[in-house]
């Protein structure tokens, strides 16, 4: 018994480092999962790594091969767009709600957020971290639990997708000033406005990010 905490513990580390390596691409999607080069990478044995590669399989986050192999998932236009499509509407929701809850002090903080935002919005991560942090706060003003409870399992498949949405200098600005005018209507008390403003938004960053991947791979990179 006294040995059970130590392998939850191992399984956990191996399950969080596996789900970051992929989110943030480094591992590569297609790329194929090797348990005994991984394992040596992780300093871990076979049995935490293959407990954290079904959890993740569960999840959609690797693939099982037919010949037994699992796989990084391709990156994939219509899986991305079922999830822009369902966070736009999570999106839209929580910002309605926002209208109706939002405090002055609340007001106050999604405005210190835009300034820094403003400030990196020159900083790819910088900029996108800055928007993540935007679109929590509204979430936590809205307080609609499940809500919030969709959308942050929205969010984990999302983040290999995320950094194409703001690739470029001019979906940054764009980004920014819609992040200033959907503050703006939540400020004001417009939910009709900032349901549709946010739904918009999360809209656009899907197609900036469907034209990335596509450029992608169209010139094999």
Same mark, same amino acid.
């Not at 219509?78 to 002055?104: D, F, G, H, I, Q």
């Given at each position: 018994m006294p040995e059970s905490p130590a392998r939850n513990t191992g399984a956990h580390f191996v399950y969080q480092e596996l789900k970051r390596r992929i989110l943030s691409l480094e591992l590569k999607p297609g790329e194929r999962i090797y348990e005994p080069a991984m394992a040596s990478a992780l300093q871990v044995s076979r049995t935490p790594l293959r407990e954290a590669i079904r959890r993740l399989i569960s999840e959609d986050l690797l693939e099982q091969q037919p010949t037994g192999g699992v796989l990084v998932p391709a990156l994939d236009e219509a899986a991305l767009s079922e999830l822009y499509e369902v966070r736009a509407a999570m999106e839209s929701l929580m910002a309605?709600?926002?209208?109706?809850?939002?405090?002055?002090?609340?007001?106050?903080?999604?405005?210190?957020?835009?300034? &820094?935002?403003?400030?990196?919005?020159?900083?790819?991560?910088?900029?996108?971290?800055?928007?993540?942090?935007?679109?929590?706060?509204?979430?936590?003003?809205?307080?609609?639990?499940?809500? &919030? &409870?969709?959308?942050?399992?929205?969010?984990?498949?999302?983040? &290999?997708y995320r950094h194409f949405t703001n690739s470029t200098q001019e979906r940054r600005d764009q980004a920014l000033a819609q992040h200033r005018t959907l503050v703006d209507a939540v400020a004001g008390g417009e939910p009709d406005k900032a349901a549709a403003i946010a739904f918009d938004h999360v809209m656009g960053a899907r197609d900036a990010a469907v034209r990335a991947i596509s450029g992608t791979a169209t010139t094999g990179a």
């Amino acid at each position: 018994m006294p040995e059970s905490p130590a392998r939850n513990t191992g399984a956990h580390f191996v399950y969080q480092e596996l789900k970051r390596r992929i989110l943030s691409l480094e591992l590569k999607p297609g790329e194929r999962i090797y348990e005994p080069a991984m394992a040596s990478a992780l300093q871990v044995s076979r049995t935490p790594l293959r407990e954290a590669i079904r959890r993740l399989i569960s999840e959609d986050l690797l693939e099982q091969q037919p010949t037994g192999g699992v796989l990084v998932p391709a990156l994939d236009e219509a899986a991305l767009s079922e999830l822009y499509e369902v966070r736009a509407a999570m999106e839209s929701l929580m910002a309605r709600n926002a209208c109706l809850k939002a405090t002055p002090a609340d007001i106050e903080a999604l405005h210190g957020i835009l300034q &820094r935002n403003a400030a990196m919005v020159t900083f790819a991560d910088d900029a996108m971290q800055q928007g993540m942090a935007l679109h929590a706060k509204i979430a936590a003003i809205a307080g609609n639990s499940w809500a &919030r &409870r969709f959308h942050g399992q929205i969010s984990s498949h999302m983040e &290999r997708y995320r950094h194409f949405t703001n690739s470029t200098q001019e979906r940054r600005d764009q980004a920014l000033a819609q992040h200033r005018t959907l503050v703006d209507a939540v400020a004001g008390g417009e939910p009709d406005k900032a349901a549709a403003i946010a739904f918009d938004h999360v809209m656009g960053a899907r197609d900036a990010a469907v034209r990335a991947i596509s450029g992608t791979a169209t010139t094999g990179a």
